[in-house]
């Protein structure tokens, strides 16, 4: 009796422990599931709109599937963190999965994607992206991984309010960091209240740091990140190091937003939706998506068109071609664990056709990479800074495709920080950057600047 | 004799000894610590303040201060089964089961312990000693990456096995603590009807126990309650996370804007812990008093 | 509230005094759930920490599909790393500061105070500090994390002295985050030393008084001797769960600005989530993990808790 009761109460408990944990969890192992993971935030439900929609159709149209979103709420740098964390575990790695084309690399080598060339030789559509389009969504092995969904390039906006009253032209286009700076000084010494300029430089930021900040300045140098030809990575190099000095230039002189600012997470997410339109910030290095979310939604500002000037970024002195933009792009891509990965595929052939691009590249202010969309007047007539942000592709550069990418950024974003602080010079924190890059790749994948 | 209790004092004891007639130098005394002691309250005070007025303000900012009128609107608009409910449900859900399943597990593993004498008690009840002071948040990195292997992320029972695991080793220490006060002479009586030892347990040691068995419940179901750093590495999807992740993300998307609706789901998150407290003293207050606990 | 106070002399099981062959393994049983539990899910992830340092796993790459083992490089890179010893300063100094000190000073100084004043102030004082201690540690980063703010309430409150506050949680982020933990943490200490002080009998404090002592004198020379037992087990309480305090500063710096106060908790979590180096983060969890066992070892073995 005793025995009983003691094996039956231990092993209850015992069962029952084992019992529970093979039921639950959140992604479904069912086949007929399709569990699309992205990012979803407050400033950016565009995406949220788009695979909605895709799934109500996709559910009409394929009876007995079901479509599982799973909204990530993150800013950007915690959405590749909980991504990765998802992908880490087959359970839980998600069927489709919105991906930024600079992790595709990576992510394609830690075995997380699924190539999709076999799909796509019978997909129609895939004629009609642009021969771009189609490259970033290569891995590192030659087999493509994503589907884009636009892309986007990266100028100067400038409040022309305030220009106006600092005194500076509101047809403006500068020809050189210096031209960029000097238009801050006045703006500093002319309109105390407001701050002059933003450029990206906060570890918090992530991504935007290194492309929207640190990279539209050195790609505006006679350097870059990576020599394709001879395969390595730069160290030492001199546009480096003044990139960094921009930096410490507009940090330490006031001309940048306070570091309480610059340095949170929501950075972002501020500039674009409240100092920007309220007059609190008068320049900044950003995307070609901010008019999305001036024209529709939770902070539309009708009166934005208005109200910004754009322009290129210069070189650093006005070298040639005399200006410089980073062009990126997020895909669709499907995950490697996907149970049923053609219909996954097909989720995304459907969530990216025709009518869908051109709901989602308007909407969000993308730069349509099928030339179906591109072409079409809607698309065309719907935003205005559309002309602007693709003239600007003829002097666009992408980043260096490789799998270390990633890590790279973040050790950029590391020197950035560290600059805008003031913890560091430029040069301690170049020579940061050239050990941290050793770490990662290795002597033998680097090569000084020459 | 320093054995661990739950800290179930009800807020500080009453002072045994009440000064009779004041000198006017202990007058000047008694009002310089009511001095301090305001200035103290004050600045505890400030900022939880904040988070009840900027609940009630229509026009919160991160500053305190008193709203020109007062709204329930920043309630109404987060009153939503996703924004609110579900992450309340889902952290009532996980905090229950741990809070469940290390009451059942404390109390069978507590009984060998508190009423045999059997040559590995010592060591064990060391090594639980020694379970209840690693820092569990410096594990999460292992954690995550042992689940990835267990197949167990994204995954609410594993969650709650992994949240009564940290909790265990503190739970047995307690409940074995509470089981020693139960006089084993009335399990005798048990035994001698031919009751076997799990019987004793269920009908007599149990019944005896329940404040403490209350108390310990409560406890772990406020730390699970108001775990982040668990859930936020372990569960991912919208429909697993528990309202301390969803208040987070809650802030990092709208945060710098809605500074109303973050202080009132803050609040919503925080009353049932608060009451939760307030039952552990009543149920502390007659026999588990930590007052007189500790001795030199 | 993760709290453990000293408590008082249990009465003791009673063993049973006969023993049959069988009968041991038996009585065993019922520990079975909690044993597999921790096993499992506690003494697993601590064993994980140890083999996942020696390994160079990535969250993403080539080194997320096939990890190797790389023996101690991640601890050589650790140990060569300023980085790591920033990290370790600044947790030597966020404990020392909140805890040992802070928590410790001003919960002493609470708990006397407390004593003696009136039964209004008491309780509210006392109330207020508790509930900081309740609240969930999130809400209590929110309340915080506004306070400190550049527009929060501390620079409003200077403002009306027409002074200008700094930006505390960039100017100076270690001072934010370590009053913050001694808002947050202060109500255990004094709850633990209310309750020792409500132990020292009263005669021998008036004793000494009559003596001669002054009120300091019998605090140093009568009262702290009397409670050093409490004082020695509250501060080494205070210390492992400063220790392990994440989500506080996580929620008000996130450990910046740069890595200004990136304690090892923060800085492994960053290593292995932000910068995907898994194997790198693993290993500043393990010395993390270590430090706890040997103040937890030196906390048994100081203190011996009679485990009867």
């Known amino acids: 009796m005793r025995l009983q009761t003691a094996l039956a109460s231990a092993g209850v408990l015992v069962l029952g422990l084992a019992a529970c944990s093979s039921g639950g969890g959140g992604s479904s192992d069912d086949d007929s599931t399709i569990t699309v993971a992205y990012q979803k935030t407050a400033q950016f439900h565009q995406l949220d709109d788009l695979l909605q929609k895709a799934k109500t159709e996709y559910e009409a149209a394929n009876e007995g599937r079901t479509i599982e979103l799973v909204p990530i709420e993150a800013e950007q740098d915690q959405y590749f963190t909980k991504l990765a964390l998802m992908n880490g575990s087959p359970d839980t790695a998600p069927d489709v999965i919105y991906e930024d084309t600079f992790q595709i690399r990576s992510d394609a080598a830690a075995g997380y994607l699924l190539p999709i060339d076999d799909y796509l030789a019978d997909w129609d559509d895939w004629d009609q992206f642009l021969d771009t389009a189609k490259q970033a969504g290569l891995g590192d092995d030659g087999k493509t991984y994503g589907v884009s969904m636009g892309t986007d390039t990266r100028g100067l906006y400038y409040n022309k309010d305030l220009f106006a009253q600092a005194g500076l032209p509101t047809d403006w286009q500068p020809e050189s960091w210096d031209d960029v700076l000097d238009a801050a000084r006045t703006l500093k010494e002319k309109l105390p209240d407001v701050t002059p300029l933003n450029v990206y430089a906060g570890k918090a930021g992530g991504e935007q740091t290194t492309m929207q900040g640190f990279e539209m300045l050195l790609y505006g140098t006679d350097d870059e990140l990576y020599d394709a030809d001879s395969q390595k990575w730069i160290t030492g190099s001199t546009g480096f190091e003044d990139s960094l000095g921009f930096l410490e230039t507009i940090y330490t002189e006031g001309l940048a937003p306070s570091l309480d600012v610059a340095l949170d997470a929501s950075v972002g997410a501020r500039v674009a939706s409240e100092l920007l339109p309220q007059g609190k910030l008068a320049m900044a290095v950003d995307g070609s998506w901010l008019p999305g979310g001036w024209i529709s939604g939770d902070n539309a500002w009708p009166e934005w068109e208005d109200t910004m000037g754009m322009a290129a970024m210069p070189t650093q002195d006005g070298q040639d071609p005399g200006f410089t933009s980073m062009s990126g792009g997020w895909t669709l891509a499907v995950g490697s664990q996907a149970s049923d990965p053609q219909a996954a595929f097909d989720f995304i052939a459907l969530a990216l056709n025709q009518e869908n691009s051109l709901k989602y590249d308007t909407e969000n202010s993308q730069i349509a990479v099928r030339s179906d969309v591109a072409e079409d007047p809607e698309y065309l007539g719907y935003n205005p800074s559309f002309e602007f942000f693709s003239s600007l592709v003829e002097y666009t550069h992408f980043r260096p495709a490789t799998p270390d990418y990633s890590q790279i950024s973040s050790t950029i974003q590391v020197a950035a920080e560290s600059v805008a602080t003031g913890q560091a010079d430029a040069a301690q924190a170049a020579r940061t950057y050239d050990d941290g890059l050793v770490g990662i790749v290795g002597a033998d994948a680097t090569q000084a600047a020459g | 004799m320093t054995a661990m209790t739950p800290t179930t004092t009800s807020v500080v004891t009453t002072p045994r000894r009440t000064p009779s007639v004041a000198s006017p130098r202990r007058r000047t005394g008694r009002a310089f610590v009511a001095v301090v002691l305001i200035g103290v309250g004050v600045a505890f005070l400030v900022p939880l303040a904040w988070i009840v007025l900027a609940a009630l303000d229509p026009a919160a900012t991160v500053s305190v201060k008193l709203p020109e009128s007062f709204t329930l609107d920043n309630f109404s608009q987060i009153m939503t089964w996703d924004q609110t409910f579900r992450p309340l449900w889902n952290s009532a859900v996980i905090s229950g089961g741990t809070a469940i399943l290390t009451v059942l597990a404390s109390v069978l593993a507590a009984y060998p312990l508190s009423r045999y004498q059997m040559r590995f008690r010592k060591p064990f009840l060391y090594a639980i000693l020694f379970g209840t002071c690693l820092p569990i948040t410096a594990m999460m990195v292992p954690v995550y990456a042992l689940f990835v292997n267990l197949g167990l992320l994204d995954n609410v029972p594993g969650t709650v096995f992994f949240l009564t695991a940290t909790s265990l080793p503190m739970a047995i220490w307690m409940t074995k603590n509470f089981m020693d006060s139960v006089p084993v002479s009335l399990e005798e009586a048990a035994w001698v009807d031919g009751a076997g030892s799990m019987t004793a347990l269920a009908r007599v040691v149990v019944p005896l126990m329940r404040p403490g068995i209350a108390v310990v419940f409560i406890f772990v179901f406020t730390q699970a309650w108001g775990n982040f750093f668990v859930p936020f590495v372990l569960l991912f999807s919208p429909g697993n996370q528990p309202a301390a992740v969803a208040i987070y993300n809650f802030f990092g998307t709208y945060g710098t804007i809605a500074y109303g609706r973050l202080a009132a789901f803050s609040l919503l998150y925080s009353v049932p812990v608060l009451v939760l407290y307030l039952l552990v003293q009543r149920f502390s207050g007659g026999s588990f008093a930590m007052s007189g606990a500790v001795k030199g | ?308």
């Not at chain 3, 079975?32 to 992830?45: H, I, S, T, Y």
């Not at chain 3, 790591?84 to 000073?105: D, E």
């Not at chain 3, 201690?133 to 929060?152: C, H, K, N, Q, R």
Request: hydrophobic share 55%; no cysteine; net charge positive.
């Open chain 3, 1 to 308: 509230m993760t709290s453990l106070v000293l408590g008082a002399r249990t009465p003791g099981g009673v063993r049973r005094p006969r023993r049959r062959p069988g009968r041991a393994a038996l009585r065993l049983l019922p520990l079975l759930p909690a044993v597999v539990l921790m096993a499992v899910f506690l003494a697993g992830p601590v064993l994980w920490s140890f083999y996942g340092s020696l390994t160079n796993q990535a969250l993403t790459g080539y080194r997320a599909a096939a990890p190797e083992f790389v023996g101690l490089d991640n601890y050589t890179a650790l140990f060569g790393d300023g980085q790591f010893w920033k990290a370790v300063v600044l947790t030597v100094v966020f404990v020392g500061a909140s805890a040992v000190v802070g928590q410790n000073v001003l919960g002493m100084a609470l708990a006397l105070m407390l004593r003696a004043t009136g039964r209004v102030l008491r309780s509210v004082v006392s109330a207020i500090v508790v509930v900081a201690w309740v609240l969930p540690e999130i809400v209590a980063a929110f309340a915080l994390y506004a306070f400190f703010a550049t527009d929060g309430t501390l620079n409003n409150v200077l403002g009306w002295f027409e002074l200008t506050g700094p930006t505390w949680l960039i100017t100076f982020p270690m001072l934010a985050v370590i009053l913050a933990n001694i808002w947050r943490g202060t109500a255990f200490s004094m709850m633990v030393y209310d309750a020792a002080l409500a132990e020292v009998p009263p005669e021998i404090t008036e004793a000494a008084s009559i003596d001669g002592a002054t009120g300091a004198q019998r605090f140093l020379r009568i009262t702290v001797p009397m409670i050093r037992r409490a004082i020695s087990t509250n501060l080494m309480l205070t210390t492992l769960q400063t220790l392990a305090v994440f989500t506080l500063i996580w929620v008000m710096t996130g450990g910046g600005p740069g890595t200004s106060s990136s304690t090892l908790p923060v800085l492994a979590y960053q290593e292995a989530f932000k910068f995907a180096q898994v194997g790198y983060g693993t290993a500043i969890a393990t010395v993390t993990l270590l430090v706890g066992a040997v103040f937890s070892i030196v906390y048994i073995r100081v203190l011996k808790p009679e485990v009867d």
